[in-house]
């Protein structure tokens, strides 16, 4: 029988870039991450961050990094798994309370034998392993998901040094829009302009693949 491969893996956020935000001074985004098929048995692994972006950027930053905003997983891994982001669309004051509530409340309340393995809050992480967060933030009215993103991952590449980091395109889920008005005040007109197409690059998202004891 061939002995499996397995190896630990620190995966941690370093930078995030979304092109149509570029004008925006500050917004707020729920950040999704997932790992599917980390190992035999287990389906799906599911990390959340409350993220702003200034101008449509977040970096690691320079000085004093926190450890807990950049952490997305510490996960055993073996063969072929697959990493999966999503970002929502900018949040209003209302949703990005909403999502903070849910964050922390839904993950004291969900019961201990629905966990496969521990979970943790820190800063405003919420780390766990199954989609239940992920489900109850997308069922909130104000929330759509802007850009999207997958990719495969073969631990063969992987050595007891690896230290990596890798560049995913971000894709936009739906067509990005902007209202374009017209006419007078008196006799207004609305029209709706595609400036991002469904499917198409907008913007990268970073991460840092680390192999750990």
């Known amino acids: 029988m061939v002995k499996k491969k397995r190896v630990n893996l620190e995966i941690t956020l370093v930078d995030i870039h979304i092109k149509t935000l570029l004008q925006k001074s500050q917004t707020r985004h729920i950040l999704t991450a997932e790992l599917v098929w980390p190992r035999v048995l287990i389906a799906q692994k599911t990390a959340?961050?409350?993220?702003?972006?200034?101008?449509?950027?977040?970096?690691?930053?320079?000085s004093a990094p926190s450890w807990c905003e950049r952490i997305l997983f510490k996960e055993t891994v073996d063969n072929t798994f697959g990493i999966r982001c999503e970002i929502t669309a900018p949040l209003g004051a209302l949703a990005w309370r909403k999502?903070?509530?849910?964050?922390?409340?839904?993950?004291?309340?969900?019961g201990a034998d629905l966990l496969e393995d521990s979970f943790s809050i820190a800063g405003e992480l919420a780390a766990l392993p199954?989609?239940?967060?992920?489900?109850e933030i997308k069922n909130l009215p104000e929330t759509s998901i802007l850009v999207q993103t997958e990719t495969d991952i073969n631990i063969d590449d992987f050595?007891?040094?690896?230290?990596?980091?890798?560049?995913?395109?971000?894709?936009?889920?739906?067509?990005?829009?902007?209202?374009?008005?017209?006419?007078?005040?008196?006799n207004p007109s609305h029209t709706k302009k595609i400036i991002q197409q469904?499917?198409?690059?907008?913007?990268?998202?970073?991460?840092?693949?680390?192999?750990?004891?």
């Open 99 to 110: 999502a903070g509530r849910i964050m922390t409340a839904g993950a004291m309340q969900i």
């Open 130 to 135: 199954v989609d239940y967060l992920a489900k």
């Open 48 to 62: 959340q961050k409350k993220i702003l972006l200034q101008k449509g950027n977040w970096h690691q930053p320079d």
């Open 198 to 213: 469904e499917g198409t690059e907008n913007g990268s998202i970073t991460l840092q693949i680390k192999v750990i004891p």
């Open 159 to 186: 050595n007891e040094n690896t230290n990596k980091k890798i560049e995913i395109p971000l894709l936009v889920e739906h067509n990005i829009t902007k209202t374009i008005r017209k006419g007078s005040p008196r």
